[in-house]
Every structure is written in structure tokens, then in C-alpha cells.
């Protein structure tokens, strides 16, 4: 009935993306990216509760980036979820003690999507029928290109998740976002989600920033950074230390050019890296910068960044991406060819 809409020209997506940004500044009381985010009253006065026990007070100050080192070793599993949390999934990989969910997302943030299947075809049948690890599961077949495998399970997770567990929640709306990815679900799907969200975060549990964060990500996809910017500031009130917030945060600030923005959020990223053990490389941060170096016109540095990412991960599907951008902007066919056959391996059909 309708014929083809042309695309916006570039210049004038920025533009909105611009004006929506700078609503969305207005709006909050901080700036997009600020310095730091303290913690919110209602997170230090739980952490405070005088019945806590020492585990109990450690598993909530790594689930609200508070922690300090020895919590990571008090609580079983704290180390790989600080390590998640911080965005160094590399040590979520390398760490027996995390829970097979988080290895299967940590695989599939590293590019090893069909190692992640695979793995999960081995766990036992009560585990591999849990709501958070079918959810992973449908995230890696997704990007291994299995898109009507990825659809299935992620029906699955939606229907093994309870209604009261906030695990659950937050692994139903992720699937729910899986299957729209993928080509399934129903155009209602967007406000199921966040009516989910709502209710996880008003009856299941009010403090942590995990509901808040990913409405915030929803909310910025869908082009309304109005409302996606106050989420992701709410999230990191409720954990100072969540790198996709960070992250999201000063992507907006690179796309809207603001440079500056886009460099606080590498240095956050930066600083929660050299938290944890390790080389303390920052993965996010090396490719934000890459991207801020791109849109400067300056691809010899975004070279730079990313193959020191790739030398560390050499199937980052983000850095290969932009590999292959680097190459375009250089006009260097073959290279930009090479890239994306590369990136067609690790993520099968990424546009």
C-alpha cells in the first residue's frame, strides 16, 4: 500500500539524534556523561541493614559496585559478577566459580557465539531449562545466524521465567528482545517489555540497577533519549560501577559529537578495568575511542585502538565491524572485504 520511505540523509539523523540528546540533558539534573554518580540513599541504607550478615553485605555490595576485594573472594560466584558487571567479561571467561548464564553471555560478547551453543548442549537438563541460561543460549544463536533457533528458545525462556524472580524478569525481557532481533515476537513486544521492567523494579525488587539499565538501553534504541538517559543515570545510582551503562552513555555523546563526553566514559570504563586482576584493558573504552576517531576523520588511530582489542580478543565482533569501517573510510576495498567476511565468520548475517 505504501511505497518504499527513502532514508534521512546522514546529516539529518544527526540531527535528531542531537536534539534528542539535548533533551534529554535538559530533562536531567547531570550532565550526559558525568564525571562520577553516587550512590543512591536507598543503596547504602540496605547495604547498612544491621541484620546482614558478612556474605549477605558483600553479595550486595558487588551486586551494587561497591565492593572491595575481599567480597569478591567472601561471596561464591562475586569475582566473576563484579568482572561482568565492570565490563571484563575476559576474567568472567577464565573463572570456574561463574554461573553458567554469564559464561554463555560472556562467550558470546567475545565472538565464540557457537562455542557458547555448544557449551550449553553439555550443561545438565535442569540447568539448561533455567530461564537466564536459555535466554543466553537464544543471544548466541542469534549471533551464530540461527535465527529461527534463536526465535524457539528464546519462547522458551519467556515461558520457564516466574513472574517474582528478578532473574527471571530480567532473562524474559531479555529473550523478548532476542526474538524482536531476530525477526520474531509482536509489534507490542517494546511496551511489554518495559511494562515488565516496571513492575520488576516496583514489586520484585526496588534497588537493583539491572531493570533500570536495560529499560534505559531499550529507551535509547528506540531513538527516545528523553527517557533512555534519566534511566541509565537511575541505573548508576544503583551501581556506579555498570559498565553497559557508561558505555551507552558516551556512545550517545560521540554520536551527537560531543567528543569530550565520549572521552569521560572511556576513562569510567577505563578506571573499572584496572579494578579487577589482569591486564586491565578496556575493551568499551579502546572502541568508543575508536569510533570518536572516526567520526574525526582520523582512522590510522581507530586502527590503533582496535587492534589492540583484537589482540586481546581477536573475535570482538564490535572491533572487526569497525574494522571493516576503518577500511571504507580509507577506501581500501580489498582490506574492507577481508573485514567483513571476517565478521560474517564470528556473527553470520550482522548487516
Not at 563484579?82 to 575476559?90: F, I, N, S, T, Y
Request: aromatic letters at 4%; a negative charge.
Amino acid at each position: 500500500m505504501f511505497g518504499r520511505v527513502p532514508p534521512a540523509p546522514s546529516w539529518l539523523a544527526g540531527l535528531v539524534l542531537l536534539v534528542c540528546t539535548a533533551a534529554a540533558i535538559a530533562q536531567s539534573r547531570l550532565p550526559l556523561v558525568p564525571e562520577a554518580v553516587p550512590p543512591a540513599a536507598i543503596v547504602t541504607d540496605a547495604i547498612a541493614a544491621a541484620w546482614l550478615t558478612d556474605e549477605e553485605r558483600a553479595a550486595l555490595r558487588i551486586r551494587h559496585g561497591l565492593w572491595s576485594p575481599e567480597d569478591l573472594y567472601l561471596v561464591p560466584g562475586g569475582r566473576a559478577e563484579a568482572a561482568a558487571a565492570a565490563g571484563r567479561w575476559d576474567l568472567v571467561l577464565d573463572d570456574d566459580l561463574a554461573s553458567p548464564a554469564r559464561r554463555l553471555e560472556a562467550m558470546v560478547r567475545a565472538g565464540r557465539a557457537r562455542e557458547a551453543i555448544a557449551d550449553a548442549a553439555r550443561l545438565e537438563a535442569s540447568v539448561r531449562a533455567e530461564a537466564p541460561v536459555l535466554a543466553a543460549l537464544a543471544q548466541a544463536q542469534l549471533a551464530a545466524g540461527l535465527t529461527a533457533d534463536a526465535v524457539a528458545t528464546a519462547d522458551l525462556a519467556m515461558k520457564a521465567a516466574s513472574d517474582d524472580d528478578l532473574e527471571d524478569g530480567l532473562a524474559a525481557v531479555t529473550a523478548m528482545r532476542t526474538r524482536l532481533a531476530a525477526g520474531g515476537g509482536d509489534p507490542r513486544d517494546f511496551e511489554t517489555m518495559l511494562d515488565r521492567l516496571a513492575d520488576l523494579r516496583s514489586r520484585v525488587d526496588r534497588i537493583d540497577a539491572r531493570p533500570r539499565l536495560l529499560e534505559g538501553m531499550l529507551l535509547v534504541e528506540r531513538g527516545n533519549a528523553a527517557e533512555g538517559v534519566p534511566a541509565l543515570h537511575e541505573s548508576l545510582a544503583r551501581d556506579p560501577r555498570r559498565a553497559d551503562a557508561w558505555r551507552m552513555l558516551g556512545l550517545l555523546a560521540i554520536r551527537s559529537f560531543d567528543f569530550d563526553g565520549g572521552e569521560r566514559a572511556a576513562a569510567v570504563l577505563d578506571r573499572l578495568a584496572e579494578l579487577l586482576p589482569g591486564e586491565s584493558v578496556s575493551a568499551d573504552a579502546a572502541v568508543l575511542r575508536a569510533r570518536a576517531a572516526l567520526l574525526r576523520n582520523d582512522p590510522d588511530l581507530a586502527v590503533e585502538l582496535l587492534d589492540g582489542v583484537l589482540t586481546a580478543s581477536p573475535r570482538h565482533p564490535e572491533a572487526i565491524a569497525l574494522r571493516a569501517a576503518t577500511a571504507a573510510v580509507r577506501y581500501d576495498a580489498n582490506d574492507e572485504t577481508d573485514w567483513l567476511a571476517r565478521l560474517d565468520e564470528v556473527e553470520p548475517g550482522t548487516p
